[in-house]
C-alpha cells in the first residue's frame, strides 16, 4: 500500500502563489491515477485537480487558470502549483491516488489511498 505525503501549504495573501507536493512510496507510481482534493470547515470534499496516467489533466472550474497539476515520475511527486489564490481557497488540501480505473477524476470515491493533508489559508 503506498503512503502519500503532502506538504507545501501554509498562509498567504490573496493574489499570492504557492505550491503543494505530494511525494508516494511504492513501486507503481507510473500507474496511479491521482488528484487533489480541498476541504473547507464545514463543507465537504472538492475536487480540485485530477492527473492521469497518461498525465492527462483535469480541474475543477473554480481553479481553472489558476491552478496547474503536474507529476514528476522520477521523484514521484505530485504538484500542484497555485497561482492567484483567494481567500475562497482556504482549506484542507489532500492528495489522492488509485491504481483502478477512474471514471470521474474528481469523485473522491474513486480514490483508495490517501495522505494527511496540509493546510492552505488565504487572506484578504
Known amino acids: 500500500q503506498p503512503q502519500l505525503v503532502e506538504s507545501g501549504g501554509g498562509s498567504v495573501q490573496a493574489g499570492e502563489s504557492l505550491r503543494l507536493s505530494c511525494t508516494v512510496s511504492g513501486y507503481f507510481f507510473n500507474n496511479y491515477y491521482m488528484a487533489w482534493f480541498r476541504q473547507a470547515p464545514g463543507k465537504g470534499r472538492e475536487g480540485v485537480a485530477a492527473a492521469g496516467v497518461d498525465g492527462a489533466t483535469t480541474y475543477a472550474d473554480s481553479v481553472k487558470g489558476r491552478f496547474t497539476v503536474s507529476k514528476d515520475y522520477a521523484t514521484k511527486t505530485l504538484y500542484l502549483q497555485m497561482n492567484n489564490l483567494k481567500p475562497e481557497d482556504t482549506a484542507m488540501y489532500y492528495c489522492?491516488?488509485?491504481?483502478?480505473?477512474?471514471?470521474?477524476?474528481?469523485?473522491?470515491?474513486?480514490?483508495?489511498?490517501w495522505g494527511q493533508g496540509t493546510q492552505v489559508t488565504v487572506s484578504s
Open positions: 489522492a491516488a488509485t491504481t483502478t480505473v477512474v471514471v470521474w477524476p474528481l469523485l473522491d470515491s474513486d480514490y483508495h489511498y
